[in-house]
C-alpha cells in the first residue's frame, strides 16, 4: 500500500489539479470562470483613479466625496444594495506633521449580493479606502496606491467580475470599504464602527477577508496570510485558493489570536477572518511614492484572484460553523520556514498521508497522521533551502502545497 501511495504521488507531482471529492468539477468551474474575468487593465484603470482623487486622507475636505464616488462605482456594476455607513470619528493625534484634536463624520461603504439561499448568513471582502502620507500635508497629497487602494480595487474588482458573472450566492456576499483606518489607533475607525454595529445586530458573519498592501512585490511571489486562532477554516480556504488558481504562494504567519488592522475588530467581536498582505514590504509606504508606477499589476491580479475565489469557494462548499464532513483544509505555517514546518488540518476525519518532495520529485518524507489528529510537524533543519512540496493523501482527496524552506 505504502509503495502505491508514492508512486501515485510521484505520478501527480507535476499536476496543477487538486483533487477534491466535494468540491466537484461544476464548482472548480465557476472559480475558473470567475478568476478569469479578473482583468489587470480594469484593476490598474481603478488604481490610478482612486490615485487621482489628489488625496482619500480621512480629514482631508473630499473624504465624503471620495467615499460617495466608491459608492457610484460599486453601482456602475448593477449592485443595488448599496450604501454609505456613516459615523462620527474623534481624533486626537500630534505626530511628525499630523496634529488633530476633532471630531468627523466618516464614510464606510457598503455594497451586498443578497444570498439566494442563506441571505442570513455573510461573507465580508473589504479594504480600507483612506490614505495617509507623513511627509507632506496629506489633505493635499496622499496618493496611497498600494496603502490601500489596492485593497479597495480587490473589492471593487470582484464585485465587478461577480456581477458580470451573473453569480448568484447562496450566502450574502458584503464588499465593505471603509474610513479612517490609517489615523485608528488615534480615533475611531471604520472597521471598529461597522464590527461593532454587526454584533449588536447579531449578524451571522461566516467570514472576513481583509486586503491591506497587496500591489508591491520584489519577485517573491509569496503573499502573505494571516493566522488567527479560530479562523482557520477560512484561512485554510485561501491557502487553498492559493495554491490552485494562482502562481503565488502563501505564507502563514505564526498562531496568534490577534488580527491587525481592520480585521482587528472583527476578531475582536467574535467572528473569523483571514488578512491579506504583501511578503515583501513596500518601502514607500506612507510617502507620495505610493504610486501606481510603483505597484506590480501582475502580483496585484493574482492576489485578487485569492480574494474572489475565496469568497466563491466559500460560498459553494464551506458550512457556517464548521467544514464539510467530506473535506479536509490544509494549512502550512511558517512558509518560508526554516527549521520546521507546521501543518494545520482543519477537518480531518480521515486517516491520512504525509509526504513531501523535493523538486526532482524525489520523496524525502513520508508518514501516516490518524483520523481526527489536527496538527503536524515537520523538522526542516536537515533538508537545504529550497523548494519543496507538500502531499496530503486521505483516500478521499489530494491536496498539494508547495514549501519553501530558506
Not at 502505491?4 to 470562470?33: H, P
Request: charged residues 20%; hydrophobic residues 40%.
Amino acid at each position: 500500500m505504502k509503495a502505491k501511495l508514492i508512486l501515485l504521488f510521484a505520478t501527480i507531482f507535476f499536476s496543477i489539479t487538486t483533487i477534491n471529492a466535494q468540491y466537484n468539477t461544476r464548482n472548480d468551474s465557476i472559480v475558473n470562470e470567475a478568476i478569469s474575468l479578473i482583468n489587470s487593465d480594469s484593476i490598474a484603470y481603478q488604481l490610478q483613479w482612486l490615485k487621482e482623487m489628489g488625496t482619500r486622507f480621512m480629514i482631508a475636505p473630499n473624504h465624503k466625496e471620495v467615499a460617495k464616488k466608491i459608492k457610484a462605482r460599486f453601482e456602475s456594476y448593477g449592485l443595488t444594495e448599496v450604501r454609505l455607513d456613516s459615523f462620527q470619528c474623534y481624533t486626537n493625534i500630534d505626530y511628525s506633521i499630523l496634529h488633530y484634536d476633532t471630531t468627523t463624520w466618516q464614510y464606510n461603504v457598503e455594497a451586498k449580493i443578497i444570498g439566494g439561499i442563506y441571505p442570513d448568513e455573510e461573507i465580508l471582502l473589504m479594504g480600507h479606502h483612506d490614505n495617509v502620507q507623513l511627509d507632506s500635508n496629506p489633505e493635499i497629497f496622499a496618493p496611497g496606491a498600494d496603502d490601500n487602494a489596492s485593497g479597495t480595487v480587490a473589492a471593487l474588482e470582484t464585485a465587478r467580475v461577480l456581477m458580470e458573472l451573473g453569480y448568484q450566492p447562496e450566502r450574502t456576499i458584503v464588499f465593505l470599504t471603509t474610513a479612517a483606518e490609517e489615523l485608528m489607533y488615534f480615533g475611531d475607525a471604520g472597521s471598529a464602527h461597522y464590527a461593532t454595529q454587526a454584533e449588536a445586530a447579531g449578524t451571522n458573519i461566516w467570514g472576513v477577508i481583509n486586503n491591506d498592501m497587496i500591489a508591491y512585490d520584489n519577485g517573491s511571489n509569496i503573499i502573505t496570510f494571516s493566522n488567527v486562532i479560530g479562523s482557520e477554516e477560512i484561512t485554510g480556504v485561501a491557502s487553498l485558493v492559493t495554491t490552485t488558481y494562482t502562481s503565488l504562494t502563501p505564507h502563514i504567519d505564526f498562531p496568534t489570536n490577534f488580527g491587525g488592522a481592520d480585521l482587528k475588530a472583527f476578531i475582536e467581536m467574535g467572528y473569523h477572518g483571514v488578512y491579506l498582505m504583501e511578503n515583501d514590504f513596500n518601502p514607500y509606504y506612507h510617502t507620495e511614492l505610493d504610486l501606481v508606477e510603483n505597484c506590480d499589476m501582475d502580483y496585484l491580479t493574482e492576489v485578487i484572484k485569492i480574494s474572489c475565489g475565496t469568497v466563491i469557494y466559500t460560498d459553494i462548499t464551506v458550512g457556517i460553523d464548521k467544514p464539510s464532513k467530506n473535506e479536509t483544509l490544509v494549512s502550512i505555517y511558517p512558509n518560508p520556514c526554516k527549521d520546521v514546518v507546521n501543518i494545520n488540518l482543519m477537518g480531518n476525519t480521515r486517516l491520512s498521508q504525509i509526504s513531501m518532495f523535493n523538486t526532482k520529485g524525489q520523496l524525502l518524507y513520508n508518514t501516516t497522521i490518524s483520523a481526527y489528529q489536527n496538527n503536524h510537524s515537520i523538522d526542516m533543519i536537515d533538508y537545504p533551502a529550497g523548494v519543496y512540496v507538500l502531499c496530503l493523501y486521505d483516500n478521499n482527496a489530494l491536496t498539494k502545497m508547495k514549501i519553501i524552506r530558506e
